[in-house]
């Protein structure tokens, strides 16, 4: 089966500028979560989809931040405007429906805002 | 807070001998899973072993095993035999069970196998 895509891989963009980040999980897998790794620190969660409906966005750092997973397929992370902090790698991963599945993670998408 | 601290930044390990990777972590549920994650250079996470709390067994995985030591709030992961594909971030991680089940990281540890 095909695993967790990410695009893009890399992004490098300028401060006040908007990028979208994209995460297709594995076709049937209802979970999908997004986080993020700031470059030294810890892989900190930032939210959780079901299906389309969103289980938990505490992990959001503003309202920068706009995640949307339409039909329940794939997700979007968008930040507009973006800011210098959020440089780091995004990871986005699935699992089917189960508290003890496994995630899946994808190869992550590294942005750089300069 | 819910947090996981693993202290050693690097480990380096020759090629066939063994190295443990040590994780603490602070939690005040009793419910949980525990996880080792590695991360290859330029390459996807992938699950190496993990451990439910409710079972004093220690999860054991081919070359991969932990020392669970809940009392302690210890998981510690020992790679024996290792090999050069070892090479990796690995990230000590926790995830309670029911709620949103997000997972809390540590910062990882660089493992470096020498030939």
């Known amino acids: 089966e095909a695993g967790v895509t990410q695009f893009p891989s890399h992004s490098v963009i300028e401060k006040g500028q908007t990028v979208t980040l994209r995460c297709d999980p594995i076709?049937?897998?209802?979970?999908l979560y997004w986080y993020r790794r700031v470059m030294g620190k810890e892989i900190k969660f930032l939210l959780h989809?079901?299906?389309?409906?969103?289980?938990?966005e505490s992990g959001m750092p503003n309202n920068r931040f706009l995640a949307e997973r339409t039909g329940g397929t794939y997700s979007t992370l968008k930040v507009q405007p973006a800011e210098l902090e959020d440089s780091g790698v995004y990871f986005c991963a699935s699992s089917p429906w189960g508290s003890y599945s496994p995630l899946h993670f994808g190869n992550g998408t590294r942005l750089t805002v300069t | 807070a819910q947090t996981v601290t693993q202290s050693q930044p690097e480990m380096s390990v020759q090629e066939a001998e063994t190295v443990t990777l040590s994780c603490t972590y602070d939690?005040?549920?009793?419910?949980?899973?525990l996880f080792w994650y590695k991360q290859p250079p330029s390459r996807q996470m992938i699950l190496v072993i993990r451990?439910?709390?409710?079972?004093?067994q220690n999860a054991t995985e081919n070359r991969f095993s932990v020392n669970f030591q809940k009392a302690a709030k210890s998981f510690s992961l020992k790679i024996s035999d290792s090999q050069l594909g070892d090479a990796a971030m690995y990230f000590c991680?926790?995830?309670?069970?029911?709620?949103?089940?997000?997972?809390?990281f540590g910062k990882g540890t660089k493992l470096t196998v020498n030939p």
């Open positions: 076709s049937g897998h209802d979970n």
């Open positions: 939690t005040s549920e009793s419910d949980y899973y």
């Open positions: 991680a926790y995830r309670i069970q029911g709620g949103s089940e997000k997972l809390v």
């Open positions: 451990q439910e709390a409710y079972k004093q």
């Open positions: 989809f079901v299906k389309e409906s969103k289980q938990d």
